[in-house]
């Protein structure tokens, strides 16, 4: 009988560094026990990327930030708001359609379990960035003489900022996920090239990180779908398109007025005119986001909008 040693460092499983999953289909279908080390290589990744909120937050020199920083972190403090939602929904919806598909397509049905279960990680890591700048913004007022008004929302802005989103196809889901996240990526880092205090640049680069490899994720799980047979491409180019789109999702933040919705806040929602971004300085390397997450899940490769919606419009009639 063979006796693990449970105090070794090399411990079943823990052989390389973890990392996102680029490959959940496979990763399920083609290896014993696959959902289970699905599972497991989830959570190394997520506790080798953990970080303390309340370190960064004490580097930060209160009195000193710039008026722009502090508009950064009020506005990234009610943005993070909305993602919760996201999370929420996601949990529910990958659970309904992991019963959905268990016996008419049961490796399906785990890659549903996979997802859900890797919401909870994004779930949390999302709630150190929400608390992080949330807390920051009311620190910051505390310690300055000009200080900004309605740093914190109130119980009743929370509230209606945790709004559930609408349900849609999975598949499309996770695509608009992968492109928002990517997005945040983008803004996280132009927000610390404009910083100028050490500790928040930090901060912006680290949330910045994460972000980025939540777009991993939404690709790998969105890519599964398609490689599982039961899912259509045409999900995935038509919300890149909605986002490409002239007056599209992307150029949400620079309208003139707030949306009324009876469904779910925005992100732009509650960003201040003077932080809202010309389309315009954004536009390319959205493009060059939005483009790679296409041939990610995919395999379609596009340069322009004119060659997405040629490729979306080649699938209609498919």
Not at 7 to 14: D, K, V
Not at 97 to 125: D, F, H, I
Request: charged share 30%; aromatic share 10%.
């Amino acid at each position: 009988m063979t006796i693990v040693n449970v105090h070794s460092t090399q411990l079943p499983l823990c052989e390389s560094k973890p990392n996102v999953e680029r490959n959940v289909w496979d990763a399920i279908t083609k290896n014993d026990n696959g959902l289970f080390k699905t599972f497991w290589q989830q959570h190394r990744y997520h506790e080798a990327r953990r970080w303390s909120v309340v370190d960064f937050i004490n580097e930060i020199d209160f009195p000193n930030l710039t008026m722009i920083e502090r508009t950064y972190i009020k506005n990234a403090g009610f943005a993070e708001l909305t993602t919760k939602p996201g999370a929420d929904r996601l949990t529910r919806q990958a659970d309904e359609e992991c019963r959905k598909w268990s016996k008419k397509n049961p490796q399906l049905s785990a890659v549903m379990q996979a997802c859900g279960t890797w919401s909870r990680y994004w779930n949390e890591e999302e709630s150190h960035h929400e608390m992080a700048f949330l807390y920051l913004s009311y620190a910051v007022n505390q310690n300055i003489d000009n200080p900004l008004l309605n740093v914190v929302p109130s119980d009743e802005e929370i509230i209606d900022f945790r709004r559930i989103y609408p349900d849609d196809n999975m598949l499309r889901t996770l695509t608009i996920l992968a492109m928002s996240e990517g997005i945040a990526t983008m803004q996280y880092n132009d927000c610390a090239d404009a910083a100028t205090d050490p500790a928040l640049i930090a901060l912006f680069r680290k949330i910045s990180l994460d972000e980025s490899q939540h777009m991993r994720n939404f690709v790998s799980f969105a890519k599964a779908l398609v490689e599982s047979g039961e899912f259509d491409i045409r999900d995935v180019l038509s919300m890149a398109v909605m986002f490409m789109r002239e007056d599209g999702e992307i150029y949400g933040n620079s309208e003139n007025r707030i949306k009324e919705r009876d469904t779910h806040v925005n992100w732009w929602d509650a960003i201040d005119d003077n932080c809202k971004r010309d389309p315009t300085s954004e536009e390319k390397e959205v493009k060059q986001i939005i483009f790679k997450i296409v041939e990610n899940i995919t395999g379609i490769k596009v340069r322009d909008v004119e060659e997405l919606e040629e490729a979306w419009m080649e699938q209609l009639v498919v």
